[in-house]
């Protein structure tokens, strides 16, 4: 499976974007999916990941009740719906698909980054 990620954009703090990470292939629904984003300066961390159907999300604490994850298996698409940004989450944003260990993400494919800013 590829993955391409675009919605990445320049917000205000408190505005919201939504990324969506479109995938080719056909095992695209064997993948548990995941967002994970990298600050200048600082490592890729974790934001969120959902299993293979969308009955199990997990969230970053940092993100939780503002950042929502959603996957159309038929459009082989996981969007990360954010809102109520702040600057700190400006980072750029990576899609990955995976598999879940332990109910943790562990990646295995990953799509290119997309930027986000956000402006205080």
């Known amino acids: 499976v590829q993955l391409q990620a675009s919605g990445g954009g320049l917000v205000q703090a408190g505005g919201s974007l939504r990324l969506s990470c479109a995938a080719s292939g056909r095992t695209f629904i064997s993948y548990a999916m995941g967002w994970f984003r990298q600050a200048p300066g600082k490592e890729r961390e974790f934001v969120a990941h959902?299993?293979?159907?969308?009955?199990?999300?997990s969230y970053a604490d940092s993100v939780k009740g503002r950042f929502t994850i959603s996957r159309d298996n038929a459009k082989k698409t996981v969007y990360l719906q954010m809102n109520s940004l702040k600057p700190e989450d400006t980072a750029v944003y990576y899609c990955a698909a995976g598999y879940l260990v332990a109910a943790k993400m562990s990646p295995e494919i990953w799509g290119q980054g997309t930027l986000v800013t956000v402006s205080s």
């Open positions: 959902i299993n293979w159907n969308g009955a199990s999300t």
